[in-house]
Each structure stands twice: as structure tokens, then as C-alpha cells.
Nanobody, 114 residues
Framework: VQLQASGGGLVQAGGSLRLSCAAYRITFSIDVMGWFRQAPGKQRELVASISRGGSTELADSVKGRFTIAGDNAKNTVYLQMNSLKPEDTAVYYC?????????WGKGTLVTVSS
């Protein structure tokens, strides 16, 4: 399984970015896809996830600002990030989970300037 993420970059506070993550080389259904992030000097934390059935989970710190959506047919997940804050600056990692196995993509850097 390969996870290809895109959409990171530099944005001013209050701006928006959209991250995308597509899973390739899959021969099975994915149970959950989502995003973690890791800021410098901090532990990796869950940002958002979406199940194959459409159930979503968002970290309290991003509720009301971020939304997650998925396309099962394309094995793709999207993270729309609005009203970005400097504290959202981190490397964002896409992940996919199925049958108790986690798959990770390379991180994409999101930098929010004040």
C-alpha cells in the first residue's frame, strides 16, 4: 500500500489549505483513513479520521475549522483546513488502517505564519 499526500504549504493565519491523500496498490477495502500531525518537539496527534461508512472524528483543537471527507471509490481522503492558526503548523501524515494494520504516508509540511 502506498499513500500519496499533497496540498501542504505555507499560508498566513486565517487562511485555508486542503490536503489530499490517495491510497494506491490496494487489493482490499480500507476501514479508516485520516490524518495525524506532529509539531516540532511534540508528540504525533490525531487530527481527523473517517471510516469507510462515513463516520468522522476530529480533534477538539480543530473542530469547527477542519473537515474531513473521503471518496471510497478513489481510496482518497481530503482534509479541508480553514481559519488556520500558527499552532496548526506541523508535518501532517496521512494514514490508512484495515484489519488492525496501519499504513503511513510521507508527511507533508503545513506552515502557518502569524
Amino acid at each position: 500500500v502506498q499513500l500519496q499526500a499533497s496540498g501542504g504549504g505555507l499560508v498566513q493565519a486565517g487562511g485555508s489549505l486542503r490536503l489530499s491523500c490517495a491510497a494506491y496498490r490496494i487489493t482490499f477495502s480500507i476501514d479508516v483513513m485520516g490524518w495525524f500531525r506532529q509539531a516540532p518537539g511534540k508528540q504525533r496527534e490525531l487530527v481527523a479520521s473517517i471510516s469507510r461508512g462515513g463516520s468522522t472524528e476530529l480533534a477538539d483543537s480543530v473542530k469547527g475549522r477542519f473537515t474531513i471527507a473521503g471518496d471510497n471509490a478513489k481510496n482518497t481522503v481530503y482534509l479541508q483546513m480553514n481559519s488556520l492558526k500558527p499552532e496548526d503548523t506541523a508535518v501532517y501524515y496521512c494514514y490508512a488502517a484495515t484489519d488492525g494494520v496501519d499504513y503511513w504516508g510521507k508527511g507533508t509540511l503545513v506552515t502557518v505564519s502569524s
